[in-house]
């Protein structure tokens, strides 16, 4: 079966970086689009970050454009999500996620459980 497994989070102070990964098992990698989602306590899940199979194409919500970067090692079966400048606001459970079709902030077929991320001093 489909597994995505997040790995990377915690606590970290505003300005910090963290780099979130995303391994993924059970599907041919590098034929699935990814994305990155996260979902703070009492919000709905929100779009961070998408990359296509390629690795050519991405899309970022205009939140953390500029100071994260998506990319992924299809040779490793893992994505990642490079975060700088990080502010409370970024606190959240970050969830990677795979789609067979490339609808960069939506149709996601698998979800991993998430990893928290704690921006804080």
């Known amino acids: 079966q489909v597994q995505l497994i997040e790995s990377g989070g915690g606590l970290v102070q505003p300005g910090g970086s963290l780099r979130l990964s995303c391994a993924a098992s059970?599907?041919?990698?590098?034929?699935?689009?990814m994305g990155w989602f996260r979902q703070a306590p009492g919000k709905e899940r929100e779009f961070v970050a998408s990359?296509?199979?390629?690795?050519?194409?991405?899309d970022y919500a205009d939140s953390v454009k500029g100071r994260f970067t998506i990319s992924r090692d299809n040779a490793k079966n893992t994505m990642y999500l490079q975060m700088d400048s990080l502010k409370p606001e970024d606190t959240a459970v970050y969830y990677c996620?795979?789609?067979?079709?490339?609808?960069?902030?939506?149709?996601?077929?698998?979800w991993g459980q998430g990893t928290q991320v704690t921006v804080s001093s």
């Open positions: 996620a795979a789609q067979r079709n490339y609808t960069p902030r939506r149709g996601y077929d698998y």
């Open positions: 059970g599907l041919t990698f590098s034929r699935y689009s």
């Open positions: 990359i296509s199979w390629s690795g050519r194409s991405t």
